[in-house]
């Protein structure tokens, strides 16, 4: 008998209910996605993860119990990543906010980092890490809906990057960022230390559930010795210097949601054959610019997935 091959998922979603960050479309954004990705590509709803920070009704008519603080997202992510063979598809989609961590002053740039509900920040050193476990032929594609979202998976190679056209936008959204001061200021108030180094408050707060960045520091270096053409594919929701929107009922229409997921998911229902990597994100920028949203998705991967076929779709049927 032929052996099949898995498609895997986790779909998280961070509305930050109650709390002067709230968002309001996340969690419409992954349950969205979810129906998408069976009744599109083939996925069971079985091998689907969602994590919602609120009661949210799936498709199936299940709640959702399993909050995205920073440990269980990555319990999933390590559990669907070691589940990996030869031909599967995993794909995790991320709706929240992000925030950018300063580098010492003596390194150019930032690092990119989610923000779970619990503000454990998951950062790109972990998602690489998870890219390098990947086995030869397993696919690993990530949707971040988020501000500042290249560089997710650390030095992926670029394929549609920066535009540098920018449209006065006249549209009333709330930016999916935290800036990292309040990140600081928030883990200060949890551990009381007086420190601005983000890993003590971290480490702390969190402990062996911190990210690998602070858990262990040289462990980043150690990760790209020997870096190459991976499987890792990122759908970033705009480019480093912008932000995303997330759009609330008032302004939407009645309906909350992320510009760029809700751009996604227009593309794949209007367009029912197989879309490119490369195409989903051109045709997604051309949505959001004629939604009058001035955010240009990205997307870093190899030569090879830039042209592979958006979460591998096995044949084209309607939506």
């Given at each position: 008998m032929a052996k099949v091959n898995k498609r895997l998922a986790v779909l998280v979603g961070c509305n930050y209910p109650n709390t002067q960050f709230e968002l309001h479309g996340c969690i419409n954004d992954v349950v969205a996605m979810k129906d998408l990705l069976v009744k599109r590509f083939g996925f069971d709803p079985t091998n689907i993860?969602?994590?919602?920070?609120?009661?949210?009704?799936?498709?199936?008519?299940?709640?959702?119990?399993?909050?995205?603080?920073?440990?269980?997202?990555k319990a999933a992510l390590s559990k669907m990543v070691s589940q990996a063979e030869a031909g599967?598809?995993?794909?995790f989609h991320y709706s929240g906010h992000r925030t950018r961590i300063p580098k010492p002053a003596h390194i150019f740039g930032h690092d990119e980092a989610i923000v779970p509900c619990d503000f454990n920040l998951i950062t790109d050193v972990d998602f690489r890490q998870l890219v390098n476990q990947l086995p030869k032929g397993a696919s690993f594609t990530i949707l971040s809906d988020s501000c500042h979202s290249g560089g997710l998976i650390d030095k992926?190679?670029?394929?549609?990057?920066?535009?540098?056209?920018?449209?006065?936008?006249?549209?009333?959204?709330?930016a999916k960022n935290i800036p990292f001061e309040s990140i600081l200021e928030h883990l200060t108030t949890l551990t009381g230390i007086n420190t601005s180094d983000i890993g003590t408050h971290l480490l702390e707060s969190f402990g062996a559930n911190a990210s690998l960045k602070f858990l262990t520091p040289q462990l980043e270096s150690e990760l790209f010795d020997f870096l190459k053409a991976d499987e890792g594919i990122?759908?970033?929701?705009?480019?480093?210097?912008?932000?995303?929107a997330d759009m609330n009922p008032m302004e939407s229409g009645g309906k909350a949601y992320g510009a760029f997921s809700n751009a996604v998911q227009m593309v794949l229902k209007e367009n029912s054959g197989r879309l490119s990597?490369?195409?989903?994100?051109?045709?997604?920028?051309?949505?959001?610019?004629?939604?009058?949203?001035d955010q240009h998705p990205c997307l870093y991967c190899s030569d090879e997935n830039a042209d592979a076929t958006f979460l591998c779709q096995p044949e084209a049927k309607p939506y």
């Open positions: 993860e969602l994590l919602t920070d609120a009661s949210a009704v799936t498709g199936e008519g299940s709640s959702s119990v399993v909050l995205p603080t920073g440990e269980n997202i599967d598809v995993l794909y992926e190679k670029e394929q549609i990057g920066p535009s540098t056209y920018r449209a006065a936008s006249s549209l009333s959204y709330k990122l759908l970033s929701g705009c480019q480093a210097d912008e932000t995303s990597n490369k195409e989903v994100v051109m045709m997604a920028r051309k949505v959001l610019e004629a939604q009058g949203f």
